[in-house]
């Protein structure tokens, strides 16, 4: 799991905040990449977007999910 091979020198709040950072600059990119003039996109290209887009759609959902249950733990 990947709990427990997250670095033990550094909190949870640490380790979660770096986590954050990437999933920003995954975000980021894919903005950048929208932002391209699209009709010059390769279908390669156009499907790497589709790809980050439909992974970050699902990892919301998920999150959401997770956010409830915490919640709704307390």
Same mark, same amino acid.
């Given at each position: 799991?990947?709990? *427990?091979?997250?670095?033990?020198?550094?909190?949870?709040?640490?380790? #979660?905040?770096?986590?954050?950072?990437?999933?920003? #600059?995954?975000?980021?990119? #894919?903005?950048?990449?929208?932002?391209? *003039?699209?009709?010059?996109?390769?279908?390669?290209?156009?499907?790497?977007?589709? *790809?980050?887009?439909?992974?970050?759609?699902?990892?919301?959902?998920? #999150?959401?999910?997770?956010?409830?249950?915490?919640?709704?733990?307390?």
């Amino acid at each position: 799991m990947f709990f *427990d091979s997250y670095s033990k020198g550094y909190s949870l709040r640490y380790n #979660a905040h770096v986590m954050i950072i990437f999933s920003q #600059a995954v975000l980021d990119f #894919a903005k950048e990449l929208a932002d391209q *003039d699209l009709e010059n996109l390769t279908a390669e290209d156009r499907q790497v977007f589709v *790809d980050i887009a439909e992974q970050l759609e699902q990892l919301s959902f998920e #999150a959401g999910k997770l956010k409830i249950r915490v919640k709704q733990s307390a």
